[in-house]
């Protein structure tokens, strides 16, 4: 990516533009990735949440398809959400941070070809690293009831399309997803993590290991690439600290729902104070809130193109 501006005061003759080469977000994912440590990682659901990941400190963020439904549509993570309202609600995303963002590519949204298309499409907006899972369209939440997995067969080809558009030009990283343990086996999520490994997945992650024994053998699977750990409060996996996360052998604890479940709760809390006729409390200064969403950047800028 290049960010491109004029000099301050150019030469009468001459007008230069001068650009600077900016780090593209997959190669920062890399660079985290390499790091000693675990990497603690809220989820976002827009723009606005995106940027408080990054104003709080952490180091990346990931784009939640169950908040994004959640927050753009009103709706269940069951599938509502298309590929294009993805790819638009990501864009978003990534536009509002410096951070990398992973961003939910589901089940590809169709074929190998669609797959390869869908993650085409996410490296285009922006995002670091795109996710693709093994459940049958529409998908689900991984810790809700009702979802299935696609054959053994078609979920390495996913990844394999998946890897192959990465290696073929789109760049971005592939985080790839199992859902086989509370479908048909944790044998079977276990195979299928190490033949994600196999194709070259950049990152993997079994989803909803009901012990922390399970969440080992998942560790032990994929010994040569980053794990993800998804730390769903209320869901079927032990939620661990994130050191023991880290002894384990995880890279990434993820945080899937933490930042949509404590904005709901916060906004019921003040919805009733307004149906009752009492003042909201614990609301934000409006003088910080301008900060955040970023009045005070656009007034300085304002500033350099008075007349």
Do not use: W
Not at 16 to 23: D, F, M, S, W
Not at 125 to 145: L, N, Y
Not at 251 to 267: D, N, Q
Not at 284 to 307: C, H, M, P, Q, S
Request: charge should be neutral; glycine fraction near 8%; proline fraction near 5%.
């Amino acid at each position: 990516m290049l960010t491109c501006r004029l000099p301050a005061r150019p030469r009468a003759s001459s007008h230069v533009l001068v650009c600077k080469a900016e780090e593209s977000a997959p190669n920062k994912l890399r660079k985290l990735l390499k790091q000693p440590g675990i990497l603690v990682m809220p989820c976002c659901f827009d723009g606005l949440s995106a940027k408080l990941v990054q104003r709080a400190g952490f180091d990346l963020t990931f784009m939640s398809g169950f908040a994004t439904s959640a927050a753009k549509l009103g709706l269940p993570d069951t599938g509502y959400m298309s590929y294009g309202e993805m790819v638009d609600a990501g864009r978003d995303i990534c536009s509002a941070v410096s951070i990398p963002v992973i961003g939910d590519g589901d089940t590809g949204y169709g074929n190998a070809m669609n797959v390869k298309r869908t993650v085409r499409g996410y490296a285009q907006a922006g995002f670091a690293s795109v996710m693709i899972e093994d459940q049958v369209a529409p998908k689900r939440c991984g810790h809700t009831r009702g979802k299935q997995v696609v054959s053994r067969e078609e979920a390495i080809q996913r990844v394999q399309a998946a890897v192959d558009a990465r290696d073929e030009g789109a760049d971005i990283l592939i985080l790839a997803r199992t859902d086989a343990r509370g479908c048909i086996s944790m044998d079977e999520a276990l195979e299928r993590v190490r033949l994600y490994e196999k194709v070259g997945a950049d990152i993997v992650f079994l989803e909803a290991p009901q012990s922390i024994e399970e969440m080992k053998m998942h560790c032990e699977a994929a010994p040569n690439t980053p794990k993800l750990a998804n730390m769903l409060e209320g869901g079927k996996t032990p939620v661990l600290p994130p050191k023991e996360l880290e002894k384990m052998g995880y890279k990434i604890a993820a945080y899937p729902l933490t930042l949509v479940s404590t904005a709901v709760k916060a906004m019921n809390k003040a919805l009733e104070s307004l149906k009752e006729g009492r003042p909201v409390d614990d609301i934000l200064d409006f003088a910080e809130l301008r900060d955040i969403v970023g009045f005070n950047d656009y007034y300085a800028e304002e500033e350099r193109y008075k007349l």
